[in-house]
């Protein structure tokens, strides 16, 4: 069965309680984690505005025992959580632009795609995963809601600024055709009626077209226990047990999937209509892997107590630095970080501002919900506080090296999965 429907009015500010499990309906649904009361993490107040009422929402965390699907019990209207002023391009970090070249030549050559083949990207962006499409000669065309958008226009990468549904994919059919391939990278687990988007992309697909779906996998959050990746934009955490189950009430099939490094552990997936591709080993390999009843539920207790212990000992350790008297500052701003500040309690006594690399939309603003200012990263390598945090921490590999080559001559603090202090030669 198919979850009912809930009707919202978009843009009152509306929040709609899960009641059920969003892909199979299932009730009712066991409490895993509650991060408590968090503002939207892309409302980013300007730095010297007036002090204003801001929303806060519920941030828990619900398991389907039928399917498997681990989702978040609240979901809040998509024009709070992507403003027009979204803040957030994906193009800025290196991890990312390297996954997105990697899945555009993957799937090309796995599905041969030709010159004429028409690429649709939902949630687009900044079209820098197009932008991989478009070099190689294939038609591209974005969907996304955000003003961020208008960047891909710019650099000629066709972008509808809508926000993707049944009326946009017919639409889009009938200007330009089906599509070879659709994908959905970091967003297929954020948008709300999930069973209506299936239905949507399935519109789009010519008979023999392709699905990609990329998202954060929930055995990777839950083994490098990313509790900060648990904000109200990311409303499922899949499994590919219960990614499949979605997938195949629309008549697609999984013939493919593999983990992929960005967003600290995410999972890629490519599903067809029944029969149209070879299902390779790799499908069922993963699904082998997955613990399913009693024991996923076992694993997630065991991530509930581990939450609870990293937030105490991120803690200690910052009181330790700060009754020393050092000045502590932050390494990126991701949209993880707000999750990881509110729920710690870190607020500018503790943290006294974040960097950014110049031309990031955040600087300029605070920290969701606190008044931790987001500044140019050169402020980092001409003050050199005594300790810096880096909230990017799943490419602390990546950051690190770089600001110890700037300049930085202070020590780096890698919050998650255990707290360190962490050795970076430049």
């Not at 195949?248 to 591709?277: C, D, K, N, W």
């Amino acid at each position: 069965m198919r979850p009912s429907k809930v009707a919202r009015a978009s843009g009152t500010g509306a929040s709609v309680p899960v009641e059920c499990c969003q892909v199979c309906g299932h009730a009712p649904l066991d409490d895993v984690l509650s991060l408590g009361y968090m503002p939207p993490v892309n409302q980013m107040v300007r730095i010297g505005a007036v002090p204003r009422q801001q929303p806060w929402f519920p941030t828990n965390l619900l398991h389907c025992r039928n399917c498997e699907l681990v989702q978040l019990g609240l979901a809040v209207d998509p024009v709070i959580i992507f403003p027009p002023d979204y803040p957030y391009t994906s193009g800025t970090t290196k991890l990312l632009r390297d996954n997105f070249a990697d899945l555009a030549r993957e799937a090309a050559a796995m599905l041969g795609l030709g010159k004429d083949d028409l690429v649709v990207d939902i949630g687009s962006n900044d079209g820098t995963l197009l932008s991989n499409f478009k070099d190689a000669g294939h038609r591209a065309l974005g969907i996304e809601p955000t003003d961020v958008g208008a960047i891909a226009n710019q650099r000629g990468i066709p972008t509808l600024k809508r926000y993707f549904g049944p009326e946009v994919a017919r639409e889009v059919k009938r200007a330009h055709g089906p599509a070879a391939l659709v994908t959905a990278a970091n967003c297929f687990a954020h948008i709300e009626d999930v069973h209506a988007i299936v239905d949507a992309i399935g519109e789009m697909l010519r008979p023999d077209g392709v699905f990609i779906s990329e998202s954060h996998y929930l055995m990777g959050l839950l083994d490098t226990l990313q509790y900060d990746t648990i904000y109200h934009e990311h409303l499922r955490y899949y499994s590919l047990a219960s990614l499949k189950h979605l997938l195949e009430m629309h008549g697609l099939e999984v013939f493919h999937a593999r983990p992929i490094p960005s967003h600290g552990g995410s999972i890629r997936v490519y599903a067809a209509r029944h029969g149209t591709h070879a299902v390779q080993h790799s499908v069922g390999d993963m699904l082998a892997a997955e613990p399913r009843g009693a024991a996923m539920a076992e694993r997630l207790a065991s991530f509930r107590h581990d939450v609870v212990l990293s937030k105490l000992r991120l803690l200690a350790m910052l009181r330790d630095f700060k009754e020393k008297g050092a000045r502590i500052a932050g390494i990126s701003a991701p949209s993880r970080a707000s999750t990881l500040v509110n729920y710690v309690g870190l607020d500018e006594a503790i943290i006294d501002y974040v960097c950014e690399i110049p031309g990031s939309l955040k600087i300029g603003r605070y920290m969701p919900g606190t008044r931790i200012p987001v500044v140019d990263e050169a402020r980092l390598y001409s003050d050199q506080p005594d300790y810096a945090v880096i909230f990017s921490w799943h490419i602390a590999d990546e950051l690190a090296p770089k600001v110890k080559a700037k300049g930085f001559r202070g020590q780096i603090i890698t919050p998650l999965p255990v707290p360190r202090v962490v050795q970076a030669a430049p």
